[in-house]
């Protein structure tokens, strides 16, 4: 008996329309990775999987890192309205793709309940990426990191963040950030 060899038609070239079946379109797209955007990286499934792989196992970073916590002040109206944005991490400090892992909460002024807003984006220009809750009762300050799932963001994204509270009083909340770069490829 003969052996049986499956024949491929041939590949179309990159981004064509002709691409119709999986095996044509996986590794023929010029696609960026979503851990770099620059041309001439590995944009294939494996190259995906690598990124990710590396990501994940990427050391963990702390900002700010060698200085005291950024302190975000809530609203003096109650769950009404959030306080001013603080910068936490400024525009070109950052210069790979990443995205934040953590919120360390410290320092909560008061007791009560929190809402913290994460956002990127210019001065006046900031876009929501994320949220987390937390509080603090009589007894002690519970300060802890809270996880939160944020988009990746490109390099030399600004991060600002805002407060909020149940309470009637601008208090106060000190945070740093863990977050994680995409490696390259």
Same mark, same amino acid.
């Given at each position: 008996m003969g052996q049986l060899i499956k024949q491929y038609p041939s590949v179309p070239s990159a981004d064509s329309t002709d691409n119709s079946n999986f095996a044509e379109v996986i590794g023929n797209k010029t696609d960026s990775s979503f851990s770099d955007g620059t041309v001439g990286t590995d944009?294939?499934?494996?190259?995906?999987?690598?990124?990710?792989?590396?990501?994940?196992?990427?050391?963990?970073?702390?900002? +700010?890192?060698?200085? /005291? +916590?950024?302190? $975000?002040?809530?609203?003096?109206?109650?769950?009404? /309205?959030?306080? /001013?944005?603080?910068? $936490?991490? +400024?525009?070109?400090?950052?210069?790979s793709f990443f995205d934040i892992h953590w919120v360390h909460t410290g320092e909560i002024s008061a007791t009560g309940n929190y809402v913290l807003e994460l956002a990127s984006g210019l001065a006046a220009s900031e876009v929501t990426i994320g949220q987390i809750a937390f509080s603090r009762d009589s007894n002690q300050v519970q300060t802890a990191s809270q996880p939160i799932q944020i988009p990746p963001q490109p390099p030399n994204t600004r991060i600002s963040a805002r407060l909020s509270s149940g309470n009637a009083a601008a208090n106060t909340a000190d945070i740093k950030i863990y977050y994680h770069n995409y490696p390259e490829i």
């Open positions: 944009t294939s499934v494996m190259g995906h999987l690598r990124a990710n792989y590396n990501h994940v196992h990427d050391s963990a970073k702390c900002y +700010p890192v060698l200085a /005291d +916590p950024v302190t $975000i002040a809530a609203s003096s109206n109650a769950w009404t /309205d959030y306080g /001013d944005y603080v910068e $936490i991490i +400024p525009v070109d400090t950052i210069t």
